[in-house]
């Protein structure tokens, strides 16, 4: 019985397979196959058009930001130089206004300094007397 069972699955699936073989050779399926691969090839064309747009948008945004790179350097350079101007002009002008003061008003607060210093020297001494006198006057 075993032996029955599998000689006609053989022989049917031969059959299938030598129908199906003729199905996918007929006219019919030829239309169909040509159909399928117009429209494949259809869908590769409008794929392809569409990648070529992309790149070209892409290569004008790129150029594009260059561009603008660019100008942003050109303008930080520019106000890099005028910032060096501006400091030049600045120290030039602070090297004329040191050479206009008088001398006198160096040395004045030079002066100043030292007798503020004196000044508090004997406001000091001033006060250790003092507490010497209290202690002194303390001990008698």
């Known amino acids: 019985m075993k032996a029955w069972k599998g000689i006609a699955l053989f022989a049917g699936g031969t059959l299938?397979?030598?129908?199906?073989?003729?199905?996918?050779?007929s006219k019919d399926a030829k239309k169909v196959y040509t159909h399928c691969t117009a429209g494949v090839l259809r869908a590769k064309d409008y794929v392809f058009d569409q990648a070529t747009s992309v790149k070209e948008n892409c290569?004008?945004?790129?150029?594009?930001?260059?561009?603008?790179?660019?100008?942003?350097?050109q303008k930080a350079k520019e106000a890099e130089v005028d910032d060096w101007e501006d400091i030049e002009a600045e120290a030039v002008e602070a090297e004329e206004v040191k050479?206009?003061?008088?001398?006198?008003?160096?040395?004045?607060?030079?002066?100043?300094a030292s007798k503020v210093k004196t000044e508090s020297k004997t406001?000091?001494?001033?006060?250790?007397?003092?507490?010497?006198?209290?202690?002194?006057?303390?001990?008698?």
Request: aromatic fraction near 6%; glycine fraction near 4%.
């Open 59 to 73: 290569a004008d945004i790129y150029e594009e930001a260059k561009a603008i790179n660019e100008e942003r350097a």
């Open 99 to 112: 050479a206009e003061e008088p001398k006198e008003k160096k040395t004045s607060t030079k002066k100043k």
């Open 123 to 140: 406001k000091d001494e001033e006060t250790k007397e003092e507490t010497m006198s209290k202690k002194t006057s303390k001990k008698k």
């Open 16 to 25: 299938f397979g030598l129908w199906g073989i003729k199905m996918l050779c």
